[in-house]
């Protein structure tokens, strides 16, 4: 695989123009709303895109997230990582 | 299935309009198109958007014929995020001006796919019979970009752009659109018309797929490649709209509510309108709707095959299409016994030796005609 297959992460990560986070009322829950997408984000999902708004860096809502789920950091930015280098593989957030 | 089980739709397809100043050989609005007088006005769109935001739907699609053709655009816009939905604008550009677009966005207006018919002007403005579309298109799509709105271009591919999918693809990402859908053709309403003009060859259809592979991985996190696959060529068929009845909702510019776009190409299904009942009414007892909902339609090889949950039996107006029967497993699958035809069909008529599209709404060029 050629070695552009991971982009490389915002530094302060905002979602792109035409995504939205969306409370779904039917349904009862958060989902990403992008182009032709429809993307589930329930509990921590919701809580790491709220928070990219291009003001805080990944570490910081990392930090956050860490304190809002009593958790383990290191754990936490695994996750958060994992989440926002998706969704910038399907171009869902810029810098 | 009862009422109860129903899954509530994700989409609605909202055509404001059939009216349209291209001419796209590959349309697949159906032969007779609805008149101006027979439209829905704004308070009636309004009103489906409110009812569909209400059923669990969240995305809009507002399409046509050309969506910049209604005056009340710009209202419709609004009253559709008003009512909670994404709203994706579909449109040829023509008839939005920088000016009409900004206000678009300040109504709310989420996304705008843009359709390109080629890479070049020359052939571009020829598939769509529209001198000067071309360059309207790319600046449309700068001032899309320009106005912080997102972009998506949409390419229909046939056997006159096939060869140019990398190069579309390279348009798109330096217009600086987010996503590119390379569509292959689906052979409905007006293009099924035209398929002896439009069908790629197999290897066409082959090195395309190949080239697209070999592309996709220098546009990642910069351009999302999406593709509409030829079902002529496939050996299973597509998960027509996730299922019929099942996620979307397709309403026509007089009301009609359809389980999807070319739906009414199906002789003897019956068809409710907004005009007269709620979206939700529709959903869940029009008999067109009630169809082909579930499982219990489906004939043999579908009826006991492992995938039928996975690609719904493929697609009903394709059926009838090239299987002469609505009900029949889509051809595009290899179990079908009409497979063999399909792809008969298609090489066929990728031959090449018709060369000349019929357009809609100008005279076909009649060889037995004195000049």
Redesign the interface.
Known sequence: ??E?????LPERPRL?????L?F?A??GAW?L????R?IEAEGPASEILRRCDGSRTVDQIVDELAVLYTADRAEIEIDVNDMLVEL????MLVA | MNGAALPAPLGLLAELTHRCPLACPYCSNPLALEGRAEELDTTTWARVFREAASMGVLQVHLSGGEPASRRDLVEIVAAARDAGLYTNLITSAIGLDHARLARLKDAGLDHVQLSLQDVDAETADHIALYPGAHVRKLAFAQSVVGLGLALTINAVIHRANIEHVAGLAETAASLGAGRVEIAHTQYYGWALRNRNALMPTREQVRRAMLEIERIRPQYVGRLVIDLVVPDYYARRPKACMGGWARRSLNVTPSGRVLPCHAAETIPGLQFWSVRNRSLDVIWRESPAFQAFRGMDWMPEPCRSCELREIDFGGCRCQALAVAGDATATDPACELSPHHARMLALAEQDSSGTEQHYAYRGRVVRDPTARP
């Open positions: 695989m050629p552009t297959s991971s982009p490389k792109a123009p035409g995504v939205r969306h779904d039917t349904r989902v709303l992008g182009p032709e429809v910038a593989t399907k171009r």
